[in-house]
């Protein structure tokens, strides 16, 4: 039998191209609208050194940038808000007077996020903030049974959990010349500086064994409280032990089910397997091990996580919140002192040239019974 192939029709053809091009055009204003994020930032902090609303330095210094129109509206609607009372949470009243990027820029930016974040890569349970969450730790059990025989009884067992609220929040000091971007590639090193610091530690925060739950402040890792696999003699031997024992542990576990490691570790990996003449799919950016999708991030130091993500819950807010001010003073120090005492030295942001830009995200987690195992690499 002699299968034809006809050329595609003129429709057709337009069809494809149409949607090609709106696909081209999607990513192309998403990347422009996350080099405006740092735009806004920029003249938020700079246009009254220049006599100018933020709207008017906006579109003075970037006239033909393509969010220029969602730019300008936010800084009006925050210049011309009303200060009647108000809860900060309702946009029709106090909402328009907190700072922030628009929305628009902000979720542009957060593909940013999500392609350096094993967090923000694995199908984690989404669920809301300080809700009870109900989990089964049993199914239920069936055998066989004869005919007018008494048939077995089973029950359902479920747990209970919540992922109360919490936060991170970073501090990004730049020169005032750095934020005038001015110096050629300064616009990618603001999203640079501000994506590393965020992955790195929300990432090392979610892995490391030793991040304890702190009440109303920190969540505990998904490793933490869990013993580790025994170390073998080489990293294959311990990735393959933390395999088979992730899927002893919990036998029923999801096709999502990953492993987490960091880009040293996968390399590691790989080359022990390129040696033996065993061939791997495993690079620094991913690959497979038995069939278990590999997601690498720095966070996860010397550690090799196995879990299951549709059993660790994760609530967060859709998008962080990010601000700039040039008036503030802050201590310049990664651990500062709290509660603020004499002790502080603080340093004022406008005395120095300096733009401050802050991010704060609301994100938490909690990992579910057998959810998780990890070894450490030899």
Not at 10 to 15: H, K, L, P, V
Not at 214 to 227: D, K, L, Q
Not at 265 to 275: F, N, P, Q, R
């Given at each position: 039998?002699?299968?034809?192939?006809?050329?595609?029709?003129?429709?057709?053809?337009?069809?494809?191209?149409?949607?090609?091009?709106?696909?081209?055009?999607?990513?192309?204003?998403?990347?422009?609208?996350?080099?405006?994020?740092?735009?806004?930032?920029?003249?938020?902090?700079?246009?009254?050194?220049?006599?100018?609303?933020?709207?008017?330095?906006?579109?003075?210094?970037?006239?033909?940038?393509?969010?220029?129109?969602?730019?300008?509206?936010?800084?009006?609607?925050?210049?011309?808000?009303?200060?009647?009372?108000?809860?900060?949470?309702?946009?029709?009243?106090?909402?328009?007077?907190?700072?922030?990027?628009?929305?628009?820029?902000?979720?542009?930016?957060?593909?940013?996020?999500?392609?350096?974040?094993?967090?923000?890569?694995?199908?984690?349970?989404?669920?809301?903030?300080?809700?009870?969450?109900?989990?089964?730790?049993?199914?239920?059990?069936?055998?066989?049974?004869?005919?007018?025989?008494?048939?077995?009884?089973?029950?359902?067992a479920f747990s209970t959990s919540i992922v109360p609220p919490t936060k991170i929040?970073?501090?990004?000091?730049?020169?005032?010349?750095?934020?005038?971007?001015?110096?050629?590639?300064?616009?990618?090193?603001?999203?640079?500086?501000?994506?590393?610091?965020?992955?790195?530690?929300?990432?090392?925060?979610?892995?490391?064994?030793a991040v304890a739950a702190v009440v109303g402040e920190t969540p505990a890792s998904?490793?933490?409280?869990?013993?580790?696999?025994?170390?073998?003699?080489?990293?294959?031997?311990?990735?393959?032990?933390?395999?088979?024992?992730?899927?002893?542990?919990?036998?029923?576990?999801?096709?999502?089910?990953?492993?987490?490691?960091?880009?040293?570790?996968?390399?590691?990996?790989?080359?022990?397997?390129?040696?033996?003449?065993?061939?791997?799919?495993?690079?620094?950016?991913?690959?497979?091990?038995?069939?278990?999708?590999?997601?690498?991030?720095?966070?996860?130091?010397?550690?090799?996580?196995?879990?299951?993500?549709?059993?660790?819950?994760?609530?967060?807010?859709?998008?962080?919140?990010?601000?700039?001010?040039?008036?503030?003073?802050?201590?310049?120090?990664?651990?500062?002192?709290?509660?603020?005492?004499?002790?502080?030295?603080?340093?004022?942001?406008?005395?120095?040239?300096?733009?401050?830009?802050?991010?704060?995200?609301?994100?938490?987690?909690?990992?579910?019974?057998?959810?998780?195992?990890?070894?450490?690499?030899?």
């Amino acid at each position: 039998m002699t299968t034809l192939a006809f050329p595609p029709s003129r429709a057709q053809t337009r069809a494809m191209s149409d949607l090609d091009l709106s696909v081209t055009n999607a990513d192309i204003l998403k990347k422009h609208q996350q080099g405006d994020l740092m735009r806004w930032l920029s003249a938020k902090s700079l246009a009254r050194q220049c006599g100018m609303t933020p709207a008017e330095y906006f579109t003075e210094q970037w006239p033909r940038s393509l969010s220029k129109d969602i730019a300008v509206r936010s800084f009006e609607l925050s210049e011309k808000a009303a200060t009647a009372a108000g809860s900060t949470t309702v946009p029709a009243w106090g909402g328009v007077l907190v700072g922030g990027a628009p929305d628009q820029l902000v979720q542009a930016f957060i593909p940013l996020l999500q392609a350096q974040s094993a967090v923000l890569q694995l199908p984690l349970a989404r669920v809301p903030f300080s809700t009870t969450v109900a989990a089964a730790t049993s199914s239920a059990s069936f055998d066989w049974v004869a005919e007018l025989a008494v048939k077995s009884l089973s029950k359902f067992a479920f747990s209970t959990s919540i992922v109360p609220p919490t936060k991170i929040a970073g501090n990004i000091a730049l020169s005032e010349e750095l934020m005038r971007l001015a110096v050629p590639g300064s616009l990618e090193k603001m999203q640079t500086e501000m994506v590393n610091g965020a992955t790195a530690f929300i990432d090392a925060q979610f892995l490391d064994p030793a991040v304890a739950a702190v009440v109303g402040e920190t969540p505990a890792s998904i490793t933490n409280g869990v013993t580790p696999v025994p170390t073998g003699a080489t990293v294959p031997a311990t990735i393959s032990a933390l395999v088979k024992a992730f899927w002893a542990a919990a036998p029923n576990s999801s096709k999502q089910s990953a492993l987490v490691m960091s880009p040293a570790t996968a390399s590691a990996y790989a080359g022990a397997m390129e040696a033996a003449g065993i061939p791997t799919s495993v690079t620094i950016e991913g690959g497979t091990v038995s069939g278990l999708r590999i997601v690498t991030t720095p966070g996860a130091g010397n550690h090799a996580v196995a879990l299951d993500p549709t059993r660790v819950l994760i609530a967060r807010e859709p998008r962080p919140v990010i601000d700039t001010s040039g008036e503030a003073s802050i201590q310049m120090d990664s651990q500062p002192i709290d509660p603020v005492s004499a002790a502080a030295v603080l340093v004022s942001a406008w005395q120095m040239n300096m733009i401050l830009i802050r991010c704060e995200w609301a994100i938490g987690w909690v990992k579910l019974p057998n959810a998780v195992q990890y070894a450490v690499m030899p």
